[in-house]
């Protein structure tokens, strides 16, 4: 279903009009849903290197990890950061992983360096870039640069040790990339998000030195669902309908006396979610026919 079709139907059945709302209404619930479960075909399999202190800076269009394996088979399962500080589980456990951060740096600043931000293709109007982050003379600072209509790049004022955030005003038509005063490409941030989030995990190892190869990890994950703006964006259809139901409770629950009418709208919503997600079937154990992948055993679910 295209963001075009699915806001018809949202004015169908809310009666709004303006556009704008709609369109935060919709992104809004998205997100929301998106974040809920794992419909089918949603899901995603890629294999990453290892590198140094066992971490992964997996890319921007991860936002969810399901589950990990090793090359070799052995399932990877999931500790809490904290264990390593409240028990022996992340010491115990040679197979595991767990998630640090969100960062918005795809390698990390070595060097303290000025930034270059810099469009792949010119835009017809202003884009604002928005960096946070360390720098050389400050823990906290942060500044809005300004890309001119017609033009490419600029350059940051300050000297950056480490980034906490990078971000730009509105959708473009292109990526944008940020480089270190050498040339290195530190991000990317895609065209149709506003921000950069690269999910940091780490992994337990129980061969130190492994080869190449069997240093590398399978990981299951969600990609980022991007901001939807444009009228020819496409939203799988079950997806588009369980988010048309969700994004007309949200607006019921701004309007006056709409309470009622918000939770049958819920109900609706979620009474899709149910029919459409995996709930029914994650943490069972799966039927002799089921179809078998490498983050399955006879147990189930993995990791997830």
């Avoid at 390593?84 to 197979?95: K, T, Y």
């Avoid at 906490?164 to 990526?175: C, L, M, P, R, V």
């Avoid at 629950?253 to 009418?261: A, F, H, N, V």
């Avoid at 918000?262 to 899709?272: I, P």
């Amino acid at each position: 279903m295209t963001l075009g079709e699915l806001k018809s139907s949202l004015v169908s059945v809310t009666g709004l009009t303006d556009n704008t709302l709609l369109l935060n209404l919709i992104n809004l619930a998205a997100q929301e849903v998106w974040a809920s479960s794992d419909f089918q075909g949603q899901l995603r399999v890629q294999a990453f290197t290892v590198g140094d202190q066992n971490q992964v800076t997996l890319p921007y269009y991860v936002q969810y990890v399901r589950g990990i394996r090793y090359l070799d088979g052995s399932i990877v399962n999931l500790t809490p950061v904290t264990s390593m500080f409240s028990d022996d589980e992340w010491i115990q456990s040679q197979l595991t992983w767990r998630f640090l951060k969100y960062t918005p740096l795809a390698v990390a600043i070595t060097n303290v360096t000025n930034l270059t931000v810099s469009l792949k293709t010119a835009q017809s109007e202003a884009v604002d870039i928005y960096l946070s982050g360390i720098t050389d003379v400050a823990s906290s600072a942060s500044e809005t640069l300004t890309i001119p209509p017609g033009e490419t790049s600029v350059s940051s004022k300050y000297a950056y040790e480490d980034l906490t955030g990078f971000g730009k005003s509105i959708i473009t038509s292109a990526d944008v990339e940020l480089r270190s005063k050498d040339g290195t490409v530190l991000s990317i941030l895609p065209n149709n998000c506003l921000e950069v989030k690269y999910p940091l995990i780490q992994v337990a190892d129980p061969y130190y030195g492994r080869a190449l190869q069997s240093r590398m990890v399978l990981v299951l994950y969600k990609p980022t669902l991007g901001r939807l703006n444009s009228d020819g964006d496409f939203l799988e259809d079950n997806l588009a309908t369980v988010v048309l139901w969700k994004a007309s409770e949200l607006y019921k629950l701004m309007t006056k006396d709409g309470l009622e009418q918000a939770g049958v709208f819920a109900q609706k919503a979620m009474g899709l979610y149910q029919i459409f997600g995996k709930d029914a079937t994650r943490g069972q154990m799966l039927k002799l026919n089921s179809v078998r992948s490498p983050f399955t055993t006879s147990a189930g679910f993995r990791g997830l």
